[in-house]
């Protein structure tokens, strides 16, 4: 059996430096809070709780005082910087660059357009309630309109000029789609109306889908590692079974039962990959059971 770990998988750039930051803080002060989960990914979240982590909510921040705060790689509205500085509490911010930028393109948006005639509809794909995408609407004081299919296009008003942006981590095909959907709606409609598509999906993510697939087409049993609460590791995981349905996911080498082991035991190549909320520890941990360590 030759166990491989994806070199492509693990933590994207943006969680790699909020996590980084988050340890810096907690190797200088012992105690740092963090707004919702640093990572989906329950074991990291484990991880940095013990070394002294604290993963608090929106009711909680409205509650503490002058404590340090990290806000994590998805970023945040602007309602909560203001509620972080209501209470003097300092900001440690890891949004993700990406994100940042993107969040920055939409208040633009949103401020050079706000007083057209007819009135924009700023539109984000996205998945509603993520915290991406609830940092993404808060830039247009919650006026966006989350479109989470492109089936939903139809939904939309073709009176009114249409901006349409993307969660970094929806998929190309799917914004093109939507994209495709609108463009055959103003048509239908007979209207004149402006249609800016802005392409915003990170590529750390999408080129991902690739390299995952060739590397899961290799394999004879793939182990996907990811949390169950993340939205890129569900979409990776349907992509990897696609490609190789013999792709099992695990939360952790934990998950490995004692029938998957000798199923792996008897194959030729056995692959391990994970999302970009995956800590390369965690695939680690997998491979050195697989290999009896
Ligand atoms: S997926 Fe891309 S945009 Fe999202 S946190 Fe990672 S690097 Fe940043």
Redesign the pocket.
């Known amino acids: 059996m030759q166990v491989t770990i994806d070199s492509k998988s693990g933590f994207?750039?943006?969680?790699t430096s909020a996590i980084r930051r988050a340890e810096s803080e907690l190797q200088q002060t012992g105690q740092l809070y963090c707004l919702g989960d640093i990572v989906h990914n329950g074991q990291e979240v484990k991880r940095l709780e013990q070394l002294g982590l604290e993963t608090i909510d929106y009711d909680d921040l409205r509650t503490i005082h002058h404590a340090r705060v990290l806000l994590r790689?998805?970023g945040e509205p602007p309602s909560t910087y203001w509620i972080a500085r209501q209470n003097s509490n300092t900001i440690i911010d890891g949004t993700?660059p990406?994100?940042k930028r993107l969040q920055e393109r939409i208040a633009d948006c949103y401020n050079a357009h706000k007083h057209d005639t007819p009135q924009p509809q700023i539109v984000i794909f996205g998945k509603r309630g993520h915290a991406e995408v609830i940092g993404l609407q808060g830039q247009t004081n919650d006026t966006a309109i989350i479109l989470e299919h492109p089936e939903e296009a139809q939904q939309l008003d073709y009176t009114r000029p249409i901006y349409l942006f993307s969660q970094?981590?929806k998929s190309v095909e799917e914004l093109n789609r939507l994209a495709e959907r609108i463009r055959s709606q103003i048509i239908n409609h007979k209207s004149q109306i402006a249609l800016e598509v802005h392409d915003t999906i990170?590529r750390?993510?999408a080129n991902r889908v690739e390299q995952l697939k060739t590397f899961v087409r290799e394999q004879d049993i793939v182990l996907f590692v990811g949390g169950t609460k993340s939205s890129n590791a569900a979409v990776l995981f349907g992509h990897c079974k696609e490609a190789n349905p013999n792709t099992i996911f695990l939360t952790g080498a934990d998950d490995l039962t004692d029938e998957l082991l000798q199923a792996c035991r008897n194959a030729d190549k056995v692959g391990i990959c994970g999302a970009?909320s995956t800590p390369l520890w965690l695939m680690e941990q997998v491979r050195d059971k697989l290999n009896g360590n």
């Open positions: 994207c750039a943006g969680v790689a998805h993700c990406v994100v970094t981590t990170c750390s993510v970009t």
